[in-house]
């Protein structure tokens, strides 16, 4: 277990620059923002804060062992990622969430497409790409809080500007905000307002009417949307054709015995065509 290594004077400033540009919204988020810790997802889901009725933020400047989902790895450099996760508790007699990390995929999109990046497409289930290339990741992970609806823990990392020798392991294509905004991306403080407050239009429409509300707008960005993809789990793999999302954010594959559906879990979504993963 690691330690979190706290606040330094650039830290600090971070936090206090975000807290102003989140203007009235502010009070609505716990924000801490860290200069290393191993996963901001690990340090929320091993010590969760107190609930004091706000959704706690946690900002690392740089992870020492970031994660992805089914012990994969998350990879981010100082000064050129932004890795933050959010502590979000749900209301008494909320349902059980479903659709959580597709959600979560759409608040970020819309705040890059509000800061004008063009070609930002969905990944079931959890990926945001810019014209067929990873940008981002989001790992959601749920704490059972006894007598209550489980909390999640929702972590992203973005990349803002990868090294030139970034080595990525198991990925076709990846990319940058500088490289798809054609420039010299928002600071981390300004990309977090817009995405916060996105999360925060998000965490109102969702637990009011939960995943369906959102469903349509997930599947306008939804990359593979009627091509040909393959979903790989641990024993089998299922060949089809994406035929988007249901109400619950399962992945609906039509194929030629129907349309299938598919949980997100042990699973993951490939291009049909992409034989090297
Ligand atoms: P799945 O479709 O199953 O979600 P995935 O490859 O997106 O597959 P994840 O667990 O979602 O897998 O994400 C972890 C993967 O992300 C790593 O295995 C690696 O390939 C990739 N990755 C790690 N760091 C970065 C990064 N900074 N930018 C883009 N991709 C990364
Ligand atoms: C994925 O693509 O599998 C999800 C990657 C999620 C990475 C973020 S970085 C901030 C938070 N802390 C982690 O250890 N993981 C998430």
Redesign the pocket.
Known sequence: MSSIRPSTPSARACATELASLLGARARDFALEWVECCD????RLVDAPPADDGRVHVLVADR?T?????RG?Q?L?WEGASL???LLWRFAPGTPAPAGLSLAAGLALARALEQLGVEGVQLKWP??VLVHGEKLA???VELLPVRGRPPAAVI???LNLRLPADAAIPDQAGVTDLAAALGGEPPSRPVLLAAILGEFHRLFDTYAAAGFPALRGAWEQRNAFAELPVAVRGESATLQGTCAGVDDDGALLLRTGDGVQRVLAGDVSLRPLLDGSR
């Open positions: 996963s901001t997802n690990a992870q062992a970031g994660r992805g989902r994969r998350w981010s890795t933050f996760s959890n990926d990741g989001i790992l972590g992203i990392g």
